[in-house]
């Protein structure tokens, strides 16, 4: 798995520790590594892996979001004791119930709650295994890669402009590529990513838009790379607009 970057931000095994005590609940082993390991971040593109939190669910419990019944895996009721320990940029909910053997997984447009047994493999395994069964595909990237997050990230936004070389966003890519030397790459039909570890982040082409280019970095002391800077020179040099 590629780590965008190297700044991370662990959580500590005594807050976690302190967090299972509080709510009398075991946190799923490979859940409390991947949180001790990398910290709190985004993983392919697709989950947010989080702290545990036991408030988010809670107003939940008021409505009819899901379907009930017995073959339903927890409760209406039980939805205010679950502590949700992630959530996806879709806005399904991974969660677990100190009473539940396993991990729950509540959909944003699916009447349809459903238990996913726990893995003893590494935490992304076990998403890269939610999201097949889940979207009835494979995972969404190429690439397994986590963006952990942090104070020091950064972003722009350019425009590719209209120009008389037929300068198409893939033909740029492709250029991008070969004149830089990139750690990783993320590419299909919609998107392509471009990683670099001396910037702490990735360089994304939006091909669905077709116009679209992305810059994330890092910035310390308030300050931009030398590297991030020649990618955005190189960026405007090939009738790209950074836009505000």
């Known amino acids: 798995m590629y780590v965008v970057t190297h700044r991370l931000k662990p959580v500590s095994a005594e807050e976690l520790g302190h967090f299972e005590q509080q709510y009398s609940v075991s946190l799923p082993a490979s859940y409390r590594q991947w949180l001790e390991q990398y910290g709190e971040g985004t993983y392919s593109g697709w989950m947010n892996i989080q702290r545990p939190d036991q408030e988010v669910l809670k107003p939940f419990a008021e409505y009819d979001f899901w379907m009930h019944t017995e073959d339903t895996p927890v409760s209406q009721d039980q939805l205010k004791e679950c502590i949700s320990i992630g959530s996806s940029v879709d806005g399904d909910f991974l969660a677990i119930h100190p009473e539940i053997d396993g991990l729950l997984w509540l959909p944003r447009h699916d009447e349809q709650i459903t238990l996913w047994e726990h893995s003893e493999s590494e935490f992304g395994d076990m998403l890269d295994k939610i999201y097949g069964g889940y ?3 494979a995972a969404p990237s190429t690439l397994r890669y986590y963006e952990p997050w942090n104070e020091l990230r950064n972003h722009t936004f350019y425009h590719l402009q209209d120009n008389g070389e037929g300068l198409s966003l893939h033909h ?5 590529q070969s004149h830089f030397k990139w750690d990783a790459v993320m590419e299909n ?3 392509c990513k471009l990683f670099m570890a001396s910037i702490g982040g990735y360089l994304r082409f939006n ?8 810059l994330f970095y890092e910035e310390t002391d308030g300050s931009r790379g ?3 800077y020649d990618i955005e ?3 405007l040099a090939h009738h790209c607009k ?3």
Request: hydrophobic fraction near 30%.
């Open 207 to 214: 091909y669905a838009y077709g116009r679209e280019v992305a």
């Open 189 to 191: 039909e919609y998107t």
């Open 172 to 176: 740029l890519s492709k250029l991008c």
């Open 226 to 228: 030398t590297t991030d």
């Open 135 to 137: 979207y009835r595909q």
């Open 242 to 244: 950074m836009m505000n």
């Open 233 to 235: 020179q190189f960026l």
